[in-house]
């Protein structure tokens, strides 16, 4: 007997409650008009003894491993009753049977699966009883024939129409309910075939025992029964073995791929959690568009973690550069398509993983690279990924634009449809989308622990200094202002507020970059985010104050590579601040091996700022860390001796470096 695995999670489905309704329906109604038979009419002892064996062997039935199916050796005694006396007893007795099925399984059990398990096998049976009487079987059974041979007919009849009535009945709810095709469903239940015809070969048995010899005798094929029991379940247990340790060696290799993907993905430390994020949206779009192909499925969640592997062989500089890549560098980061694909196809995959991630950047109308392939040459699975990327990579802050709107993302995605992307797949994530976002928000639990990892790899190893620019190495036409900075590095002795040394700095930095609005950012270590600790210029007053977490925003990310950009996007920083201003240039401040903070100016123009203004920046940026770093560390000194500390202006710092 099959039981009906169907999910009680989803919300209902308009087809399964039809289909499971009118089995329910149908069903009850041949069970009552069994149950008044025996009232009325009752069956023969043998009968009743039969169907009460039927229930009890039910309670040792067996798990079909891969399938939340349960068979047992109860219907050698139900088809054994319903030849012997109709389907009446066997139909109430197997009615109880599948509740008591339920009753074992661990999992809280509905009310609608479990009418439906009670229901749809005495229905099935009863459908078969009908055809073996109408065949002349029930002539044998009752004793009306003596031959043995008129029964077979009738009794393989039996057999064909209660399995395959009962594995539909099953198959079809399983169908519905995971929207899978029904024959697919349906011929993984086929193998269950071979206990029908056992069941049915033991209760011709049984048959022709007691009607030869009497119930006592049947006593001699009750062992028959026993050992094909034992067989089946010896059979089923060295098969769920073999299953859980396919599971476990597949576990094994989802967790090899998820600890490269980490790793790829902590390089890129601006899109943490992106790839998980995709994987997930990935999978809900497939089973959306009925992709049901378990190797398919496997694919797309492999590729999903791992399409950004090629980003190995691309400079971090190029990768997290926070602004338009220039044609060769975009022609550099094109490579990683090609060289991710060739990394993973050294991996031998057993689903095609390789296929999804060469593809996963070609454009439905063939404009895409690297091979140019369009429409349906291009896997399904790097159709999906292909949309469910760009989707989360717009919805994500990135160096070169904040995070867009829900809304602002799924317009750009529809102006590609037909031209980047496969329209159905477009149609199809319009639709779902909002469904599958609600468990791919769902908080991740690593995600402290990649951020850490991100850090960890973008921070000079233990002991490195941030390469200082001597004298010597200073253009000799290079800005007075620049030498004074560079002058006052080495003679300030400690006497200097924070303020002091900012404004100092900034007097002498806003003649290198007029009309600029400047701003100081100290890295906070207790909550490891940058303060806007001094600011000058137009917008001064909005910035003043300001934080920002390391590794985010323009500012934040500038922090954690520790390296200098130049003509960023302005709103990557300022786009809660309502300031409007066109582009950034931000350099870190390193004081020695410790990071002091970020020196970010924002101009108003486009492509405000000049290589030399760049260049001469950054080199002046050791110096100002030297300089903001003293500072700071008078400071903390002075708080913890709880001295005051009077600013000492301007004015007066000129005085000391001038001497």
Request: aromatic share 6%.
């Given at each position: 007997m099959i039981?009906?695995p169907f999910s009680?999670?989803r919300?209902?489905?308009?087809?399964?409650?039809i289909?499971v309704?009118?089995?329910i329906?149908?069903g009850?109604?041949?069970?009552?008009?069994?149950?008044?038979a025996?009232?009325?009419?009752p069956?023969p002892?043998?009968?009743?003894l039969?169907?009460?064996?039927?229930?009890?062997?039910g309670?040792?039935?067996?798990?079909?491993p891969?399938?939340?199916?349960?068979?047992?050796?109860?219907?050698?005694?139900?088809?054994?009753?319903a030849?012997?006396?109709?389907?009446?007893a066997?139909?109430v007795?197997m009615?109880?049977?599948?509740?008591?099925?339920?009753?074992?399984?661990?999992?809280?059990?509905?009310?609608?699966?479990?009418?439906f398990?009670?229901?749809?096998?005495?229905?099935?049976?009863w459908?078969?009883?009908?055809?073996f009487q109408?065949?002349?079987?029930?002539?044998y059974?009752t004793?009306a024939?003596?031959?043995t041979t008129?029964?077979?007919v009738p009794?393989?009849?039996?057999?064909v129409v209660?399995?395959?009535?009962?594995?539909?009945?099953?198959a079809?709810?399983?169908?519905?309910?995971?929207?899978?095709?029904l024959?697919?469903?349906?011929?993984?239940?086929?193998p269950l075939?071979?206990?029908?015809?056992?069941a049915?070969s033991?209760a011709f048995?049984?048959?022709?025992?007691?009607r030869?010899?009497g119930?006592?005798?049947a006593?001699?094929?009750?062992?028959?029964?026993?050992?094909?029991?034992?067989?089946?379940?010896?059979?089923?247990?060295?098969l769920?073995?073999?299953e859980?340790?396919?599971?476990k060696?597949?576990?094994?290799?989802?967790s090899?791929i998820e600890?490269?993907?980490?790793?790829?993905?902590?390089k890129?430390g601006?899109?943490?959690?992106h790839?998980r994020?995709v994987?997930?949206?990935?999978l809900?779009?497939?089973?959306?568009?009925?992709?049901?192909d378990e190797?398919?499925?496997k694919a797309i969640?492999?590729?999903a973690?791992l399409?950004d592997?090629?980003?190995?062989?691309?400079?971090?500089?190029?990768?997290?550069?926070p602004?338009?890549?220039?044609?060769?560098?975009?022609?550099?980061?094109?490579?990683?398509?090609d060289?991710?694909?060739?990394?993973?196809?050294?991996?031998?995959?057993?689903y095609p993983?390789v296929?999804?991630?060469?593809?996963?950047?070609?454009?439905?109308?063939?404009?895409?690279?690297?091979r140019?392939?369009k429409?349906?040459?291009?896997?399904i699975?790097?159709r999906?990924?292909?949309?469910?990327?760009?989707?989360d990579a717009?919805?994500?802050?990135r160096?070169?634009r904040?995070a867009l709107s829900?809304?602002e993302?799924m317009?750009?995605?529809?102006?590609?449809?037909?031209?980047?992307y496969?329209?159905?797949?477009?149609?199809?994530?319009?639709?779902?989308y909002?469904?599958?976002?609600?468990e791919v928000?769902?908080?991740?639990?690593?995600?402290d622990?990649?951020?850490?990892i991100?850090?960890?790899i973008?921070?000079?190893a233990p002991?490195?200094?941030?390469?200082?620019?001597p004298?010597?190495?200073?253009?000799?036409?290079?800005?007075?202002?620049?030498?004074?900075?560079?002058?006052?590095?080495?003679?300030?002795?400690?006497?200097a507020t924070?303020?002091?040394?900012a404004?100092?700095?900034?007097a002498?930095?806003?003649r290198?970059?007029?009309?600029?609005?400047?701003?100081?950012?100290?890295?906070?270590?207790?909550?490891d985010?940058?303060?806007?600790?001094?600011?000058?210029?137009?917008?001064?007053a909005?910035l003043?104050?300001?934080?920002v977490v390391?590794?985010?925003?323009?500012?934040?990310?500038?922090a954690?590579?520790?390296q200098t950009?130049t003509?960023?996007?302005?709103?990557?920083?300022l786009?809660d601040?309502?300031?409007?201003?066109?582009?950034?240039l931000?350099?870190?401040?390193m004081?020695?091996?410790?990071?002091?903070?970020?020196?970010?100016?924002?101009?108003a123009a486009?492509?405000?700022f000049?290589e030399?203004q760049?260049?001469?920046?950054e080199m002046m940026?050791?110096h100002?860390g030297?300089?903001?770093?003293a500072?700071l560390?008078?400071?903390?000194?002075?708080r913890?001796?709880?001295?005051?500390?009077?600013?000492?202006g301007t004015?007066?710092?000129r005085?000391?470096?001038?001497?």
């Amino acid at each position: 007997m099959i039981s009906s695995p169907f999910s009680t999670r989803r919300p209902a489905i308009r087809g399964l409650d039809i289909h499971v309704g009118a089995v329910i329906v149908l069903g009850m109604v041949v069970i009552a008009s069994s149950l008044h038979a025996i009232i009325t009419n009752p069956p023969p002892l043998n009968a009743l003894l039969l169907a009460a064996l039927g229930v009890v062997a039910g309670a040792c039935a067996v798990k079909i491993p891969g399938l939340s199916v349960l068979v047992s050796a109860s219907d050698t005694f139900f088809i054994a009753s319903a030849m012997l006396a109709g389907p009446g007893a066997a139909m109430v007795a197997m009615a109880l049977d599948s509740n008591l099925l339920q009753r074992r399984r661990k999992s809280g059990i509905g009310i609608r699966r479990l009418l439906f398990n009670a229901t749809a096998p005495p229905l099935s049976l009863w459908a078969g009883t009908k055809v073996f009487q109408y065949l002349g079987g029930h002539a044998y059974a009752t004793g009306a024939s003596s031959e043995t041979t008129t029964v077979i007919v009738p009794l393989v009849a039996l057999t064909v129409v209660y399995f395959g009535l009962n594995s539909g009945l099953t198959a079809q709810a399983i169908a519905l309910d995971t929207r899978m095709p029904l024959l697919t469903v349906w011929r993984r239940l086929w193998p269950l075939a071979v206990n029908y015809v056992a069941a049915a070969s033991a209760a011709f048995c049984f048959v022709i025992v007691m009607r030869s010899a009497g119930a006592l005798a049947a006593c001699a094929v009750a062992p028959l029964v026993v050992v094909l029991h034992l067989t089946l379940r010896s059979i089923l247990g060295r098969l769920a073995d073999a299953e859980e340790h396919v599971q476990k060696i597949d576990r094994l290799y989802l967790s090899t791929i998820e600890t490269l993907a980490t790793a790829i993905e902590a390089k890129d430390g601006v899109t943490s959690d992106h790839i998980r994020r995709v994987q997930k949206f990935a999978l809900g779009l497939a089973k959306a568009l009925g992709i049901t192909d378990e190797l398919t499925i496997k694919a797309i969640k492999a590729a999903a973690l791992l399409h950004d592997t090629g980003k190995l062989a691309v400079p971090e500089h190029i990768l997290n550069k926070p602004g338009k890549l220039t044609p060769a560098e975009f022609e550099q980061m094109k490579l990683h398509v090609d060289v991710g694909a060739d990394i993973l196809s050294s991996i031998d995959f057993p689903y095609p993983v390789v296929p999804i991630v060469r593809a996963h950047h070609e454009n439905w109308d063939g404009s895409g690279y690297p091979r140019g392939l369009k429409v349906d040459e291009i896997p399904i699975g790097a159709r999906i990924l292909s949309v469910v990327d760009c989707y989360d990579a717009l919805t994500s802050d990135r160096p070169y634009r904040p995070a867009l709107s829900d809304a602002e993302a799924m317009k750009i995605v529809l102006e590609r449809r037909g031209k980047m992307y496969d329209p159905e797949v477009v149609d199809t994530f319009v639709r779902v989308y909002k469904e599958i976002a609600a468990e791919v928000m769902e908080p991740v639990a690593h995600q402290d622990a990649l951020s850490k990892i991100g850090r960890a790899i973008s921070a000079p190893a233990p002991g490195a200094t941030a390469p200082a620019t001597p004298l010597t190495e200073i253009r000799a036409d290079a800005p007075d202002d620049m030498l004074a900075i560079v002058s006052l590095s080495r003679v300030v002795g400690g006497d200097a507020t924070f303020g002091d040394a900012a404004a100092l700095a900034t007097a002498h930095l806003s003649r290198i970059l007029p009309e600029t609005t400047c701003a100081f950012f100290v890295h906070d270590g207790a909550s490891d985010r940058l303060v806007a600790r001094h600011a000058t210029g137009e917008h001064a007053a909005a910035l003043r104050g300001m934080t920002v977490v390391m590794g985010e925003r323009l500012s934040g990310w500038v922090a954690a590579c520790r390296q200098t950009i130049t003509n960023s996007d302005a709103a990557l920083d300022l786009f809660d601040r309502n300031i409007k201003l066109g582009n950034a240039l931000s350099t870190p401040l390193m004081d020695g091996d410790r990071m002091v903070g970020v020196f970010t100016a924002y101009a108003a123009a486009p492509q405000a700022f000049t290589e030399d203004q760049s260049r001469v920046v950054e080199m002046m940026a050791p110096h100002l860390g030297r300089i903001l770093g003293a500072a700071l560390r008078s400071e903390q000194r002075s708080r913890e001796h709880h001295e005051p500390r009077v600013a000492t202006g301007t004015r007066d710092l000129r005085v000391v470096f001038s001497r």
